[in-house]
């Protein structure tokens, strides 16, 4: 029996092999250092340049004269006749006037490396502004031409949706459709756009309908399985009940968002179910934990964001609820209620881990402070956040399916990606996802200015020094973009400028809903821009007529972050495409980082000697930030490497299970 090849394809993917471990990831470190190395680089961009050059003798051929030949490429990328290498310069040249012609933009020998940086399974590391989107459309060209599945990977809708649209007049010129696929599209809608020769979406979106159809596939999810029962006219699960037509390449932008930030937490496909007992016991442990005092009956740790009870604070629980019935009688469970609902009290706080919208608890993203609202907290904190919030409390949710980003992404045939801060991440992309990185050189020097950073006892000095900076560039006319760390502190200050008389743009996850049109404008002579992280990212931060000369965009970082690389995202957004900016770093004692993650012995020190401003205190205030940050990574990795161990554990628990796709 021969197994058709589209049904084939709609459901293969690899299975990932586990983790290298002890001196296998050693020695698999020394080969991934290797492909890392500045001579590759260095052949790759002189291929890229005569790629370049090579597209020039195209531009005499007719229109009908260069489709034909991109229709030639594309079945000897069809057929694989040749090897891929030698296809490769011929195709990529002819892609570099394609895009000149349809899009108005010549990619540059720059762009063209990073192309075939990607196309060989490679992150590309672009500085901002580069333009990583045209970047993409050439090897997902490339690798559509396949007649398999190509996906481009965005950190939201909107990008997928610009991009999209964008881009489909060049995709269209190469003989190739193209869809996107959105969280607000009815599941006929993604069927449709899911059929398309490159698909713009979201990791979550794309991950979500994977589990989605699999659960429809039941254990059907294998395709000589599936065309048994076809056979047999046994198989209930029709071609309409599933999306997706499979996996196989994937391109990622922000890969180091995508696959390192959003990786932390494995995607969980869930169904509300009614448990009105639950819901009781929730608001009543709310009711509980406000009697409850910090340090006597329990304890906080900021730093991993955990609450535990006390031998008194369980004596007090158990006093409070000796009269009730049924799951208040178990020690766990009656514990395990009260510290979810001290959790929601104590790390929880609105305009910062949560917005209200519309009556609803909605999640702000940690790391790009969007809302979520489609994600719930698990295990009753959401309900617990309600209870706190005075709002109607929501149904608790049951897992169906499970699967973590690690996993997903390792399943698919051919992986890249691009973005502009993955350097720090290079060891772990490696060994996760066999994801090599190598930088791609701007196409312009850098000219952007680093100014002297600033450092303070607390927030409320620190507010008012940048409001300071921020007035004295508003006199020259010079635009300002302040990042901050929290809704609440985009707030908070906002309101300091509008005090001193200062017009502002305010973007954070509450006001969202002109999120790209209050960034691109952020490059206007006169403008203040305050935004979470957010920050428009994807969107090009143009500079208005007379800009350049006042020293173009500068960008105030009010907080160090988790991550040093969500400051240099941030940072990012001056100085773009070699022209001129500038940046300035602020922290102070008081700033979330230090307060988590800081080394409690160098504080101390610092709070006695930060009076004297020195240059060696700054130094000081320098390292207890660089040692914090460090640690929040730590913790970071780690929460990730425990998802990669539970994948193992499944793989090793679950190995009888004859499928190709191993639950989470």
Known sequence: MILPAKDYQSLQTLRPAKLHQG??????????????????????????????????????LSDQQLQAALNQQRQLFRRRKQDDETLLPDALALLVEAADRTLGMRPFPVQVLGAIMIY?????????????SLTACLPAVLFAWSDRPCHIITTNDYLALRDAKQMSVFYRFCRLTTGCVGSDMTNAERQENYQKGVVYTTSKELLADFLRDRLQLGNCAQSDRRLLKKKLKSNKHSETEIVMRGINAVIVDEADSVLIDEAVTPLIISQTQQNKPLSEAITLASQFAQQL????????????????LTESGEKTVAELTIDLPGLWQSDSRRNELIVT??????LYQKDQQYVIDDDKV??????????MPQRTWRQGLHQSVEVQEGLELSDPSETQARLSFQRFFRLFHKLGGMSGTVQESAEELWHIYNLPILAVPTNRPCARKQLPNRYHWDKQSKWQTICAEVIACQQNGQPVLIGTRSIADSQLLA????????????????????ETEIITSAGQLGKVTIATNMAGRGADIKLGKGVA???GLHVIVSERHESQRIDRQLIGRCARQGQPGSYRLYSSLEDDILQRFGN?????????????????????????????????????FDQRAMVTKTDDWLTDALSFVRTETLPD
């Not at 990831?25 to 052949?43: F, I, V, Y």
């Not at 610092?606 to 320098?622: C, D």
């Not at 914090?628 to 990574?633: D, G, L, V």
């Open 120 to 132: 060989h399974g490679y992150i590309a590391e672009m500085a901002t502004g580069e333009g990583k």
């Open 293 to 308: 005092k910090n340090d006597l009956d329990y304890r906080v740790n900021k730093r991993h964001r955990e609450v535990t």
């Open 495 to 514: 309101e300091m400028l509008r005090e001193q008389g200062i017009s502002l743009q305010l973007l954070n996850a509450i006001n969202h809903h002109e």
């Open 23 to 60: 001196f296998d990831r050693l020695a698999n470190n020394l080969l991934g250092r290797s492909k890392r190395r500045d001579s590759l680089k260095q052949q790759w961009l002189e291929l890229a340049k005569s790629i370049h050059q090579a597209a020039e003798k195209h531009q005499t």
């Open 600 to 636: 409690k012995p160098l504080l101390t020190i610092l709070r006695n000697k930060l009076s004297a401003n020195g240059v060696e205190n700054q130094k000081m205030f320098e390292k207890a930030l660089r040692l914090a940050q460090q640690s929040a990574e730590k913790q970071a």
């Open 549 to 551: 000369k006042l020293g």
């Open 341 to 346: 609902a001290l959790t929601a009290k104590e």
């Open 362 to 371: 909605v999640i702000v993203d940690e790391f790009t402070g969007r809302m």
